[in-house]
């Protein structure tokens, strides 16, 4: 068993087998691991909001699944990861409330999930697992290892995919 990377919240990094790498308090943020079984070489995003051209501050380019998956590659590359070799596990996008009404704020993990699906297609990597939706939070950490993706929740138990 390797370390354990951490990624923050608006934040990005990559690992490499035998290592795990982690998020904490994925409510309506989403979590995006792009991972290459043939490196063993696996990076993590925690997107806080869909689009980066809906926000005048731009200054962290990782809050947003727009730009924040935009420069996990351009890590991954350097790492020599090629984009031909990824497929993506998505976790998050939870509806943590309940507004009446529409609201920007309650769709906004919906949003997040459809963004990050959506910039997937456009590189052209494959979505092999998901655990999105719902009402609850979740922690998640993926082991290039194995390529699971363990997703923890309060109440919910554990679960792989």
Known sequence: MGERVKVGMADYNVCQAPDSII???LGSCVGVVLYDKTTGIAG???AMLPDSNL???HANRAKFADTGLEDLLKLLAKKGVRKENLVAKLAGGARMFNFSGSS???GIGDRNVQAVKKKLMEYHIKLVAE???LDYGRTVEFFPQTGLLEIRAVGKGVKSI
């Open 23 to 25: 998020t904490l308090g």
């Open 44 to 46: 993590m995003l925690h």
């Open 55 to 57: 926000i005048r501050n």
């Open 104 to 106: 920007d704020i309650s």
């Open 131 to 133: 655990d999105t939706g």
